[in-house]
């Protein structure tokens, strides 16, 4: 019988997945939970983006989604999805039980006034020119004091106290495949700019032109935003 190269290359991968959350749980022992998850949700998008190169095969690009919330999810999650499409919200639950980096479930309702953009949104960051897509944020900022405190200038306390955003950065501006969290005041909004990175279509599910629509367990948690 043939061998199926693709089957094998995501039968190795697959095998590999768990070995490497625990390899990067070991080597980041004395960090934070939020900065765990954040280097296992980095890697496993470095992950995707190398198998879109390589394979473009649809089931492909679906297998690398289900991989990436698979590890996501893994050590925080051990249920079943009862909506039946997406798992994200009772993946955030358990992986981040502070809700730092906008990942709080809790739906943002009634929607504060002094939140300007909205999820969806394509953003141009004023300062380092990246674009990107919100897909969440906090009325103030909600990150650990010792990431506030390397990543906020000394001369921006500010910051800490105005809406901060969650952004999914164009691969095309950042190759290796980001999330990122900044304040309101270094968004500005561009319109008709389709954004490129692995992980749209687990919060997306369409483009407008104006902006990207959220998916259904997205807009449990905005339910004002589109």
């Known amino acids: 019988m043939p061998v199926n190269r693709a089957a094998v290359v995501q039968l190795s991968l697959l095998l590999l997945a768990v070995p490497a959350q625990y390899f990067i749980s070991n080597w980041m022992a004395n960090s934070s939970s939020s900065q765990r998850s954040q280097e296992v949700r980095n890697l496993a998008l470095g992950l995707q983006s190398w198998t879109n190169k390589l394979f473009t095969l649809k089931t492909w690009q679906n297998w690398c989604n289900w991989v990436v919330a698979t590890i996501q999810s893994s050590e925080y ?5 009862d909506m039946g499409e997406s798992p994200a919200i009772e993946v955030m639950k358990y992986r981040e039980k502070d809700g730092y980096f906008a990942d709080s479930p809790e739906p943002r309702s009634p929607r504060a006034s002094h939140v300007k953009y909205r999820v969806g949104q394509v953003i141009k960051h004023k300062k380092w020119g990246y674009k ?3 897909i969440g944020w906090d009325e103030v900022a909600k990150a650990p004091d010792a990431w506030i405190r390397q990543m906020h200038p000394k001369d921006k306390p500010h910051w800490r106290n105005q809406p901060n955003y969650s952004i999914l950065v164009d691969t095309r501006d950042r190759q290796q495949p980001q999330v990122t969290y900044i304040p ?4 500005e909004i561009v319109t008709n700019v389709r954004i490129f990175h692995p992980a749209i279509e687990s919060y997306f599910e369409g483009f407008d032109g ?3 629509l959220a998916r259904p367990w997205l807009k449990v948690i905005y339910p004002h935003d589109q």
């Open 132 to 134: 990107g897509i919100i």
């Open 210 to 212: 104006s902006q990207y």
């Open 77 to 81: 999650y051990d249920g079943d999805d």
């Open 184 to 187: 309101e005041e270094n968004i």
